[in-house]
């Protein structure tokens, strides 16, 4: 079975200092990987999406950038955090599942969300 | 630019009561609709439909697409407090492309 993992759990930084959040997918191989921010409990905007190593798709202009450095790792980083930048961010995977159906990649699965709090 | 609506934003029933909670949209080389629930963290899968006019059901959930009108609904029957949640709507375009979300609907059932 597919697992994705995200950490920390809970961040709270200064303004101005660095970011880096991880995570990981286990059971699957060339994922899509995505990240996502959300503010206020409300819709999920995305942030970037890659479709394999080394290839990440930016869908917002802001201070922040990903990385894609192995097949299933995708990293969230920012040099300087502004306090526009708290929010929940949540990373997400499509890929390959096989539930007694065709396989596709139409389903997206979610990690455990980072509550990121800039302060 | 491939656009989800959802409607309402936000809802408020007691328990018991029935809901619907709505979600068109508008893109280019529809592929299939996704509902998600999400409470505290992430959002989890409840249904994808693909197809015009099949209900999709689990439980006290049911979910039907219309790809002529462009829409889909979520219902909710016999509503409990666990169903308080934001239902997030998402559509799937052809090609390697992500999910497209709407705003989401945050229901509150009380009790």
């Known amino acids: 079975s597919q697992t994705i993992h995200q950490w920390p759990a809970t961040l709270v930084q200064p303004v101005g200092s660095p970011l880096s959040l991880e995570c990981t997918v286990e059971g699957t191989s060339n994922p899509n990987l995505y990240w996502y921010r959300q503010a206020a409990g409300r819709g999920l905007q995305l942030l970037f999406y890659?479709?394999?190593?080394?290839?990440i798709s930016s869908e917002v202009p802001q201070n922040l950038s990903a990385s894609r450095p192995q097949d299933r790792q995708f990293i969230l980083s920012s040099k300087k955090l502004l306090l526009s930048d708290s929010g929940f961010y949540l990373c997400?995977?499509?890929?390959?599942?096989?539930?007694?159906?065709?396989?596709?990649?139409?389903?997206?699965?979610f990690g455990p969300g980072t509550r990121l709090t800039v302060l | 630019e491939d656009k989800v609506v959802q409607s309402p934003l936000s809802l408020v029933v007691h328990e018991g009561d029935t809901v619907t909670l709505n979600c068109s949209y508008e893109v280019t080389n529809f592929r299939s609709l996704l509902w998600y629930k999400q409470e505290k963290k992430a959002p989890t899968f409840l249904f994808m439909l693909?197809?015009?006019?099949i209900e999709k059901k689990s439980g006290r959930l049911s979910s039907i697409l219309d790809k002529k009108e462009l829409f889909s609904i979520l219902n909710i029957t016999a509503t409990q407090t666990g169903d308080s949640a934001i239902y997030l709507c998402?559509?799937?375009?052809?090609?390697?492309?992500?999910?497209?979300f709407g705003k989401g609907t945050r229901l509150s059932v009380i009790a």
């Open positions: 693909t197809s015009s006019g």
């Open positions: 998402a559509v799937r375009v052809s090609g390697n492309t992500p999910l497209v």
């Open positions: 997400a995977w499509s890929g390959l599942v096989d539930r007694g159906r065709p396989m596709s990649y139409n389903e997206q699965f």
């Open positions: 890659s479709v394999g190593i080394g290839q």
